[in-house]
């Protein structure tokens, strides 16, 4: 949400979130060590996979990759304008990654595979019709909000 408004404000506020992100980004840095740790102590199966030859080499850029988004968040909270937010994002996909790494195929541990947490067939090719249907309009009305509240957010009138 700082990065965000990194993006989207002015002033104070935007100097506020800065400092703010900072902090913050410390806390999101800590909590994906501290679950990276974890994950492969409370279950040998897990740590099996993530330090077992040559999966190692597999996953290795997601850690490495980790420790540089964090480094350059870090660096690009000082003045950046878009760099925090996309290296935010970035940071969060690379934790899901490494997440999904260490679980999958269970999506409940240590037992419940995605197929058997899966629904029937029939109801997941209806959510899927649901679903390509939807999704479109979503992404449109998505675009559109984008486009009307674009720019930063001003003083005064702001979008009024």
């Known amino acids: 949400g700082c990065t965000w408004l990194i993006v989207k404000s002015e002033e104070s506020l935007e100097e506020r979130m800065r400092h703010l992100g900072y902090r913050l980004a410390w806390a999101l840095f800590a909590i994906i060590v501290a679950v990276s740790l974890w994950t492969p102590l409370a279950e040998p199966r897990i740590a099996e996979r993530w330090f077992s030859l040559p999966n190692l080499f597999w996953f290795l850029p997601v850690p490495v990759l980790v420790v540089l988004f964090a480094a350059a968040l870090l660096r ?85």
Not at 85 to 102: K, M, N
Not at 118 to 125: E, M, N, R, W
């Open 76 to 160: 690009t909270l000082r003045g950046a304008r878009y760099a925090p937010f996309l290296l935010t994002l970035g940071l969060v996909f690379l934790a899901y990654s490494g997440l999904g790494i260490s679980l999958w195929p269970n999506v409940i541990p240590p037992s419940i595979s995605i197929w058997d947490a899966a629904g029937p067939a029939q109801s997941l090719g209806f959510t899927l019709v649901g679903t390509l249907l939807i999704v479109p309009y979503i992404l449109m009305y998505t675009g559109w909000s984008y486009w009307v509240f674009r720019g930063k957010v001003q003083r005064g009138d702001g979008y009024h």
